[in-house]
């Protein structure tokens, strides 16, 4: 069990830029979710898979925001023309399936839009 | 909509004090509830978490937290705090009828004193 990995662990951009974020769950998780967290918060549910199908996302996610999983495994999240207020820690976190099984969580991903 | 309320963003206990964190959740039917704690520069992990059963639930470095479905509230609780437990504190919940997303409550920082 090697945990959850998200690359990079920092980005920082300039606003309108692209950028791209990448997730790697536990291998048998079949369960991946995206949550934004700004200091003083909790994380805030963006969006989460079960395997490559997306099966909720959240209405505060503008259509900047793009997530895939498209073998099921890795995942990628994807922010088009950067605004400052996307400035935050981008969390994946990754779960087996069963609906009270706890999320196991990566380091994050800190975005900084200059 | 379902939603966690965590009383007091920040608390302060001397070392060996009780360490009590509140958390009161909205929902007419249970919902799974959890406590995530977050150490500095680490990903969150669980504590511990209530699906069914006992009330009383026991954790991970000597935390509980006790569901009481009357006053809708899951607060954690340790006897004696020691430095190490200085970190930031979520609960969360997953609705029963509310698929797999987990809604975090916005956090309690906690210091601890020597």
């Known amino acids: 069990d090697t945990g959850v990995s998200q690359n990079p662990r920092h980005k920082i951009t300039k606003r309108g830029q692209n950028v791209t974020f990448r997730c790697d769950p536990i291998?048998?998780?079949?369960?991946l979710y995206w949550y934004r967290q700004t200091l003083g918060q909790g994380p805030e549910f963006l969006t989460y898979f079960q395997n490559e199908a997306q099966l909720e996302k959240s209405r505060l996610l503008s259509d900047r925001f793009s997530a895939e999983r498209p073998k099921g495994s890795f995942s990628t999240l994807e922010i088009q023309r950067t605004e400052q207020g996307d400035s935050a820690m981008y969390l994946c976190?990754?779960?087996?399936?069963?609906?009270?099984?706890?999320?196991?969580f990566g380091s994050g991903t800190q975005l900084s839009v200059l | 909509a379902q939603s966690v309320t965590q009383l007091g963003s920040h608390v302060s206990v001397s070392e060996g004090a009780l360490v009590l964190l509140r958390c009161n959740y909205s929902?007419?039917?249970?919902?799974?509830l959890f406590w995530y704690v977050q150490y500095p520069n680490q990903g969150l992990q669980l504590l511990l978490k209530y699906t069914t059963g006992a009330t009383l639930v026991k954790g991970i470095n000597g935390f509980e937290a006790e569901f009481k479905k009357s006053e809708t509230s899951f607060h954690l609780t340790k006897p004696s705090a020691h430095m190490s437990d200085a970190a930031e504190y979520f609960c969360?919940?997953?609705?029963?009828?509310?698929?797999?997303?987990?809604?975090f409550g916005a956090g309690t920082r906690l210091f601890v004193k020597a």
């Open positions: 976190a990754s779960s087996p399936g069963n609906q009270n099984e706890k999320l196991f």
């Open positions: 291998s048998e998780h079949n369960r």
């Open positions: 929902s007419s039917v249970p919902p799974y």
């Open positions: 969360a919940v997953i609705p029963h009828n509310g698929g797999f997303k987990t809604i």
